[in-house]
């Protein structure tokens, strides 16, 4: 937790932001597996983290805009809790280290919200992803579960985007120790990756050392050889030489606070020639990327220009033909990297994604396009001096969809069919760092993983 | 998966208990950490398991009892899903793996449920312990969510209970592989406890273990020099040097059977005298229990008999006072062993919690009892052979919970609490193994983890 003034001159700033109203703000609740008290390992919701730092199951917290007041409904424990759980400090206690005067027991929040509907008063929300907290909302606000969507305010989304895509020394602080965990665990995986290892062996140990660093995994580890699907969570396979590893895999903090990176290496630690010319062009891609990140950029340009040192290294070796840059406005470089360049990152790995893409990636000036490879682009905006992000070029060769571009003649002026045939056993390759957007241009965050083909062989050497 | 005979079975013999109606088995979904796409480890339904044994997301299960079928809700992947989840087999293929012939997407089950409701057929249903199941089961039956405990079906409970209860050779299989992870695990922890390591860092890195198996933890690992804490999941401390390390943590395999061990051992690796004059009585307690299961004893007779041991042993130590039955009868122990002596494990490390424990560990011969010390007893029912369960006595200094008994007066006439005070920084000791009821007697699954004094010392040596 920070200190209790951050959270303060959070609520505070968010209140001189709003129109007025009430902005509800509830927290998570534990999330069971396979009975109601064998749960997940807890998960704060975000924005409560971020308004109220308290990482702790079934509160609820109100900003009241109006009134220049904070509220925190949560009940305290009793001696059962304790055998069970430990001395806990109280509500009042935990709400006290994040500066809230007034605290209730959680049912005292339906009156409490009852009472504001029937003056009339506004009342600001965030789409709740999880099925309890729409019920809860549901409850409190007599607004059917389905018809939710239609009463989040926008408002709401436009200030905390505002201010959670600016990162704070301490935020930043946060996400270099997650950094720092993600360092080990790709390093960890790199030395496992010899034959016969199991894929699914090398995943666990690695979320075992996220969980060990106090937060556990920021999202689903990618682990596999096959590289080229792209949200990999089978885990089945046992490594095998001449393949490829790729893991996409990231720290919480204690705090919430993510890291995501990815690496792709060879099986038993030597690249062959085939692989090293891929590779080279998705390291070129991300360097080029870093390069040109700077307040002022919009990201959708600095994933063009991604897509064209893709399409002019796979124009090199022969795999895409004709004009480079007429390829990429056609779409052609998305045969191999079908997805974004990148996205935020902060308290979420997708940082906000609850909120929707389009407030979080986009703005009034730069809108998501429909192109064909730009479409799955989360972040397109023009960055700001502390937006923290994700570099994550990357080039596959995913046989159902070659099969489909081959089938619906799509790009055919541009793809060389038959030479894309030759790679496709290949896997995937995708290499990601995390960017924080600096005054001048753009720092790596925490310290850089082994990225070229050397200084990888030299970590899986050991 | 076992073979499609298995649930074909199964499902008949579910169909020869029930009376008639239509059986409803919501599988699970994804469950989100903290935004739509961000997902916790997919965790399918356990009853779904039993029955349909498909470990996917998004499906819905109906045994139709009358008409002598099943069906299979679910949708297939379109290219989307196949670029960012890989190539997957389709219902229909899933769906003949298990031996059910008909299919529908999973819209579908709404006019299904409709049509039987509307011809006025029973419907059976176990409690939703997830929030997206009970919005599911409200908006297929109608019935408001609050009130959906009122609508289960108890005559569905009592035949799944009889089932489930007795495991068979494929289940035995997989819980001892289960009990393989687990062992790992234990040893693991075993071998780190040393003076400074972080309580966090071990448990990460056997959860990690338990992940690297295919399944994951059976339920949130403890791991804490407080033991007195009985499901203590902060490890936020060192090991210091004098303490006891206890760990309470199992695997579950890739098909969902659960382990779950507890060891308690010296950090550093060598027990005082204080420490191993109390864990000789918990293991004693161990030790007398697995002796006295077979088929046909009450499992609250074999707890009661615990009791007796723990409560002889305490008054050997001067802790306890006066007769040892009469101690017991009024619940002495229970400032010590405020919990049960074990439960029921196989899909869930509490099996069939979710359906309630009075339908699990109890029936119509034997009711639990609200006596002090017995009240927590998850399992009291008369054994039968094929059950599978734990043996998990222990001693615990809880101070809130000496204070509380020394502020009202409880049990003054047995506890000794000036001799009490001198234990009130000595942690908790509890020995946990899983038990097989056999024709004969019990079987302790898996390689029984070392659990003498010297067994543990040897080990911590490494
Ligand atoms: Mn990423
Ligand atoms: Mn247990």
Redesign the interface.
Known sequence: MFKKDVYIERRNRLREKMSGGLVLLPGNVD???????????F?Q??TFLYFFGINKPGLFGVIDVDEGTDMLFGNDVD?DD??????QPTLREQAAQVGVKCTDSFNEVYAYVNKALWQGRRVHFVPP????N??LLKELLGIH?AKLPDYVSLELIKHVVDMRSVKDQYEIAEIEKACATGYEMHVTAMKMAKEGE?E???????????????GGVS??VILSQ?GE??????HSLKLKKGMLMLTDAGAETGM?YASDFTRTVPVGGKFTQKQKDIYEIVLAANNESTAMVKPGIRYLDVHLNAARVITSGLKDLGLIKGDVDEAVRHGAHALFM?HGLGHMMG????DM??YGQVYVGYDDETRPMERLGAAGLRLGRRLQEGFVLTNEPGIYF?P??IE?WKKDYINTQYINFDKVMEYADFGGIRLEDDLLVTAEGARILGKRLPITPDEVEETMRG
């Open positions: 999330a069971p597996m396979n009975y109601p008290d064998n749960t997940y390992h998960r919701d975000s001696i304790i055998i069970w759980m430990g001395p992803y999880r099925a309890n729409r019920l579960t199991s699914q062996k090398i995943a666990g140990i690695i979320e075992g050392i996220a969980l060990g660093g106090g999202f689903p096959h699907t792209l949200h990999n969570h089978d919430g079908p308290l979420d790995v997708h994604e609850d995913i159902a969809l489909k």
